[in-house]
């Protein structure tokens, strides 16, 4: 359940959702994608209500990617990542199919089943799906949870690029060094609420990352990259 929440996104966004489990981000993304209907307040694109729009429309407008997909999907990868543009017109031209399988490390198992696949694989696969549909807003619910490190890089930078080319990316993500890193805006939810929303160096400060995840933070510069980085005294939490 949320409450008070009070939000505006707009295109070009690359936006993190943080907070602890069952602060709501998931449920945050459902509302968003259209799935859920909240029990007040509405959620708009534009001038349109997305709760008033056709479901083949809303799709045209908004892509998602749950947290968990069935595994057994019957269909091979090519035809899975197609389906991801079954909104809009058969003329339609976006990124080659080939090329996106490629970039992200699916084109050799352009023909294969996707229940063959690993999982991170087939995470690859939905995110493929999720990109293919070519919608303005991108709503993703922890897409690199199941990646290794290079995938991990590889999936944040193919969704910063999406946003430098006008998308709204919004996602879902527990790496907190990650999401400060690839994520310029952060909204943090804390207790079904919002707790902070701006820029992600403002909103992630080490006091309210102490407050909303009961552990003492530093944070620093990395000297290599000049990124911002996070130390955790856990053990002298704990005692």
Known sequence: MLADVHLQMRVGQMVAVVGPNGAGKSTLLKILAGLWRPTSGRVWIGERDIHRMPAKERARQIAYIPQQW????????????????????????????????????????????????????????????????????????????????????????????????????????????????????????????????????????ETVLQEVFRIPVKRYQDPFNQTLRLSYEWEEYRT
């Open 70 to 205: 069935l595994d057994s999907i019957p269909f091979t990868v090519t035809e899975f990542v197609r389906m991801g543009g079954y909104a809009h017109n058969a003329s339609r031209q976006s990124v080659p199919l080939s090329e996106l399988l490629t970039q992200l490390g699916l084109g050799e198992y352009a023909d294969q089943p996707l229940m063959r696949l690993s999982g991170g694989e087939r995470q690859r696969a939905i995110l493929a799906r999720c990109l293919y549909q070519g919608s303005e807003v991108v709503l993703l619910d922890e897409p690199i949870a199941n990646l290794d490190l290079f995938y991990q890089l590889e999936v944040l930078v193919t969704l910063q690029e999406l946003a430098k080319r006008g998308a709204l990316v919004v996602i879902a993500i527990h790496h907190l060094e990650l999401a400060m890193q690839y994520c310029p805006t952060c909204l943090l939810l804390h207790e079904h609420r919002v707790r902070g929303f701006g820029a992600t160096a403002d909103v992630m400060n």
